[in-house]
């Protein structure tokens, strides 16, 4: 797993909403074990109105992978949108954790 933290010059954070049919699918769990695999950091979580909210940190070609991820069809359940937004990381993460 790669050690990221927001002094990294290429480290930015994406936080992003995800809607469609992804709560009730395991959309969280698979969502940590991707984000394990390309070794980046933050948190997953649903949100009352049925979309899923989303903060990763790490390199930005991994992220951008990772974004891609999250709108194919490889993610469980049925995406039908991604709103995003990328700024510089924070470093408040040491692992990507699925909340509650």
């Known amino acids: 797993m ?3 933290n927001a002094s990294d010059a290429d480290s930015v954070r994406l936080t992003a909403r995800v809607t469609g049919m992804v709560q009730g ?3 969280r769990y698979w969502t940590a074990r991707k984000a394990d695999e390309l070794g980046i950091t933050g ?3 649903n ?3 049925g979309s899923v ?3 990763a940190e790490g390199p930005q070609p991994v992220i951008v992978e990772f974004r891609r991820w999250l709108g194919s069809s490889e993610a469980p359940g049925r995406v039908s949108h991604v709103d995003e937004k990328l700024s510089p990381a924070e470093g408040e993460f040491s692992s990507f ?3 509650l």
């Open 43 to 45: 948190s997953v979580r």
């Open 97 to 99: 954790d699925v909340v």
């Open 47 to 49: 949100d009352d109105d």
């Open 2 to 4: 790669t050690d990221v």
């Open 53 to 55: 909210a989303v903060v």
């Open 25 to 27: 699918v395991g959309f």
